[in-house]
């Protein structure tokens, strides 16, 4: 898929939304991609998560036992492109701030996976996700995601495959251009919340 395909799903869904948003790393943005919008209606996420299966196996990275993904983002597209990569699924969650399997989820020592997200910015959550299996001995061999903010400039520890990148500028707080900076500040995503 290109990346006109991928945002024009985006902007069928009412997902690419314009204003002042802050993201999950804290940064803020004039863009912010509301992947809840798109991931609500099935016949969307295939046609998403068909496309980076294709993409992960076109790269490689096909040969894996299981798609690990990081809670709460991460769970749909990462069901969705391990049902058309033919393996399962499953996901990390927060205890106390840190990623752990939870749900007699498991992973064997040595294991090929692949951690699946959503949409990448700075790539803390597949790090974190990556941080989680290594400790449990997994070899995660890659990471994907659909759409890759940082469009290449993330660095997530092992190769990143996205459907997409789509460079969007995102500012330090106290370094906001004067336009952004006289609009009201929106949090869309769900880190940090109680």
């Known amino acids: 898929m290109t990346q006109d395909e991928v945002l024009e799903i985006f902007r069928d869904c009412g997902a690419l939304l314009e204003g002042h948003f802050i993201l999950s790393s804290g940064l803020r943005s004039p863009v912010f991609l509301q992947k809840a919008r798109v991931f609500m209606h099935p016949d969307k996420a295939e046609i998403l998560c068909r496309a980076l299966a294709e993409k992960i196996r076109a790269e490689g990275f096909g040969d894996v036992s299981q798609v690990v993904s990081p809670a709460m983002g991460g769970v749909i597209p990462g069901y969705e492109t391990a049902r058309h990569l033919g393996v399962p699924a499953i996901y990390t969650e927060r205890v106390d701030g840190v990623f752990e399997l939870r749900r ?10 692949i951690v699946v997200e959503d949409i990448v910015s700075t790539g803390l959550s597949i790090r974190e996700c ?4 290594n400790k449990l001995g997994a070899d995660v061999i890659a990471a994907a995601c659909i759409v890759d903010r940082s469009d290449g400039e993330a660095d997530v520890g ?3 495959v996205s459907l997409t990148g789509y460079k969007v500028p995102a500012y330090a707080p106290d370094a ?4 952004l900076a006289a609009l009201p500040a929106v949090k869309p995503g ?5």
């Open 158 to 160: 092992v190769p990143l």
């Open 104 to 113: 007699s989820f498991e992973v064997a020592p040595g294991e090929k996976v």
């Open 190 to 194: 769900s880190r940090g919340l109680q």
């Open 176 to 179: 906001l251009p004067a336009e």
């Open 130 to 133: 990556i941080d989680c299996m």
